[in-house]
């Protein structure tokens, strides 16, 4: 097997750094448009064949080193007992947004894993499949960014009542908080002992949230996940935490216990590491609109970002945010290429 | 004249924080928007008389230590040219956005202060409405946003044509910025001219940049016009930089000449103090989401401000962004209130 994101994550030494990128099974495939034509993007997440194979895609198409599982960060409030609602040519919702005390009690932890057994059986089916390529990536969306999802109903310029919530109803906020840990623990658990290598957890809305703010209602409870995944796993697979917009935050991200800390294009890379030393790995930090420019450009800020890590070493090549629907992928494979020789010349051909 | 805004921003000794927040005069107010039933945003903002009324109407209303020039950061890049359009229900627009060297050729840099000198008199107009009672601000857009705006057409997610330009084609997108930057002076010159007592640039977009790419494609370009706009007029009136999103560069920004650094809520503003000492004034930092809860928890949120920042001296209270429409006005009062008191006894009724 390729082991290079494994290795990567546990500080050991290795020949190149591993990349690949956020949302790589996605929109700006052809290959991957060609099945959603057929499917619904629900259908798909919950079909573990179809969820397996665009998973595939990009490790066959882009030559990533690691693969990460098809899927999306609202199922968890869905099993939790949220509708949830895809319509074509928008994002997400949730029409029935999370307000009232009596909707925090009547949603559940229970039984997560068995109404997520759609995504563990794509696992299970993509691991069959990979046979033993890459190493395949589990996730799930943390505490802070579901809860904000879960209130607001749909994403938010300005999280409104979200905030209200965690600022007018500290109890009512943290026992959701509490509620959607305890959920997201098991579901990472489930996932790692169904075959996932890795597991990187999303905080999307990390930056939105006041630097003390981003301690109490989202880190906390981050550091608890992380550790209850340690605990049950016997430490198997390394854990990758990205809180975009943190950066305020990264020496306290680091002493959570992650093994990885995923990084926005917003941070000098060189001060991230001078920072943290060799305490964690650091994944990014490529600005994802540099895939709108050219193999040329998107080389040199590959390199560029290569010279100030200084070296392989704990570094895994990656976006600092989601890729785009409109990227070229011929701009998607020079990234791939440029993070491959990085560090020096070619070690593939 | 109530000269505590100046006093701060001078660093100079004052017995309370001033406070005055972004987008004071709009619509979470009831009486902006009786006027704005009656006429067009452009419409105001291009007659004096009723964006001097409207300037003045949170001084009246909401109490603050200062007024700003109702205006808007697009009037540059129509005055270069461009045509905006601001349709009911959407946000501003520019229909032919600029894209082509053939373009930025023709924006023009040439009588931008005649252009605009419906700003230039509503400022005149206003100082004589005032009299005094508090000091004027005037402001701008910063080269790097505007020129987000003019390259994108709109606001964007991902700032795709605007990076686009900067990665792919850096003597355009310099050719730009230089042209857009010596309007932006020349703009602040004539409104200080006019009676503005202190200037603020926003730099809404600053944060959409790696810190690399700040330095290069915006605070440059502050950095000459802090030093422009203070020669030519005399070190007059005290420059505020408010670079949203710009955390990681806030010994660069200080180093500009700047009088004022404007924060955004996510960083503690005693580390900020920490880094700058005395060399600059500290503008903000509440998070405006806080207007949605109670006065109680604005109050508490304010304190926690004073308490980090230690004293008054050099601290300008404001907002981390500008108020947001939904906002009750009793909860912007009671933000105005509180950071009176913040730092110990009222010193008013």
Redesign the interface.
């Known amino acids: 097997m390729n082991d290079l994101l494994l290795r990567a994550a546990r500080m050991e030494p290795i020949e190149r750094a591993p990349v690949w990128f956020m949302r790589q099974a996605g929109r700006y495939l052809p290959e991957y448009r060609a099945i959603r034509a057929q499917h619904s993007f629900l259908d798909m997440v919950r079909t573990p064949e179809l969820a397996a194979e665009v998973t595939i895609q990009p490790v066959d198409l882009m030559d990533v080193d690691a693969a990460i599982i098809f899927s999306d960060i609202l199922v968890v409030p869905e099993a939790m007992g949220m509708n949830l609602v895809f319509e074509e040519g928008e994002g997400p919702r949730f029409p029935d947004p999370i307000r009232l005390y009596t909707q925090i009690k009547s949603l559940t932890d229970k039984d997560i894993t068995s109404k997520l057994s759609y995504v563990t059986d794509a696992i299970k089916l993509t691991k069959e499949k990979l046979k033993g390529r890459v190493p395949l990536i589990g996730f799930s969306g943390a505490p802070w960014t579901l809860f904000a999802y879960m209130v607001e109903g749909q994403g938010s310029k ?3 009542y979200a ?2 919530m965690l ?2 109803r500290k109890e009512d906020a943290h026992l959701l908080l509490r509620k959607i840990s305890d959920a997201v623990a098991q579901y990472l658990i489930a996932q790692i002992e169904a075959g996932a290598d890795v597991v990187q957890i999303f905080d999307t809305w990390a ?1 939105v ?4 703010d981003f301690i109490e209602f989202s880190l906390g409870y981050l550091i608890e996940i992380v550790q209850l995944v340690k605990q049950h796993t016997k430490r198997k697979a390394p854990i990758i935490l990205f809180c975009k ?1 943190a ?2 935050s990264l020496s306290e991200i680091a002493m959570s216990g992650c093994d990885v800390i995923g990084l926005d ?4 890379i060189s001060e991230v590491k001078a920072l943290l030393g060799d305490s964690v790995a650091l994944q990014g930090n490529l ?4 895939l ?3 193999p040329e ?1 998107i080389e040199e ?1 590959v390199r ?1 970002i290569a010279k100030r890590m200084g070296g392989p070493q704990g570094h895994i090549f990656n976006l600092g945010h989601g890729i ?1 629907p ?1 990227v070229d992928p011929e701009n998607a494979r020079a990234f791939v290429r440029a993070a491959k020789n990085a560090y020096g010349r070619a070690e593939q051909a």
């Open positions: 300005d999280f409104r905030k209200q600022y007018t930056g949230l006041t630097p003390e917009g950066n305020h294009w917003t941070i000098d600005d994802p609109s540099i709108y420019t050219t450009v800020k560029a785009t409109d």
